[in-house]
């Protein structure tokens, strides 16, 4: 769920909140917190952790803004 500057999911074990904030990138759109970082570029979408960059969402369906 977009609201403004930030992103909002539910992740990982127990479906945790994480709300993320946008962050500049090269050729895509990221948002991310201390432990998650959701990647956007066009209408697809990957989601993974910030260290370790292990993939918990590939393929995932993204809005445009």
Same mark, same amino acid.
């Given at each position: 769920? +977009? %609201?403004? #500057?930030?992103?909002? =999911? +539910?992740? *990982?074990? *127990?479906?945790?909140?994480?709300?993320?904030?946008?962050?500049?990138?090269?050729?895509? %759109? #990221? &948002?991310?917190?201390?432990?998650? %970082?959701?990647? #956007?570029? *066009?209408?697809?979408?990957?989601? &993974?952790?910030? &260290?370790?960059?292990?993939? =918990?969402?590939?393929?995932?369906?993204?809005?445009?803004?």
């Amino acid at each position: 769920h +977009f %609201v403004g #500057r930030q992103l909002i =999911i +539910f992740a *990982g074990a *127990g479906n945790m909140l994480h709300i993320l904030t946008r962050n500049p990138g090269d050729s895509a %759109v #990221r &948002y991310s917190d201390n432990q998650l %970082v959701f990647e #956007r570029q *066009g209408d697809q979408a990957l989601v &993974y952790t910030v &260290y370790g960059h292990n993939i =918990i969402g590939r393929n995932c369906q993204a809005p445009a803004d």
